[in-house]
């Protein structure tokens, strides 16, 4: 499914916006990003984990909103292409995933010490 070309962005602050945004479609659809429903079913908390850790270091607030606008688009972009070729395993944004190919940490404890 493809979005308008143009992002269905309202007037005011994009930042707002995005934070009422209730689903990972409407993320798209707002900033005008086309995606295919079957990627966005599998990966949709994953892709917007990855944009959240892209924008992390940028201060959107403080830009203007049109430049704002086009940043998220791109970076959401970015974080939607990275989806389109690898899976959620190979991506591992959230912990749980990091966690469960960690070396594990175990505690050895000699059988001579034992009493």
């Known amino acids: 499914m493809c979005s308008p070309t143009q992002p269905t962005l309202a007037a005011g602050n994009v930042v707002d916006q995005l ?9 798209f659809t ?9 990627v966005l079913d599998v990966a949709r ?3 917007l984990k990855r944009m959240g850790q892209y ?4 201060d959107l607030e403080a830009m203007p909103n049109s430049v704002a606008a086009a940043r998220c ?4 972009e970015r974080a939607y292409e990275d989806f389109l070729t690898s899976t959620p395993l190979d991506q591992r944004v959230f912990k ?5 190919v960690a070396p594990k940490k175990t505690h050895f404890v000699p059988l001579e010490t034992l009493k």
């Not at 688009?73 to 959401?76: H, I």
């Open 19 to 27: 934070k009422r945004a209730g689903s990972a479609e409407e993320f």
């Open 30 to 38: 707002l900033l005008g990003v086309c995606f295919d429903p079957k």
């Open 45 to 47: 908390l994953h892709i």
């Open 55 to 58: 924008l992390a270091s940028e």
């Open 73 to 76: 688009k791109a970076v959401l």
């Open 96 to 100: 749980v995933l990091k966690d469960a």
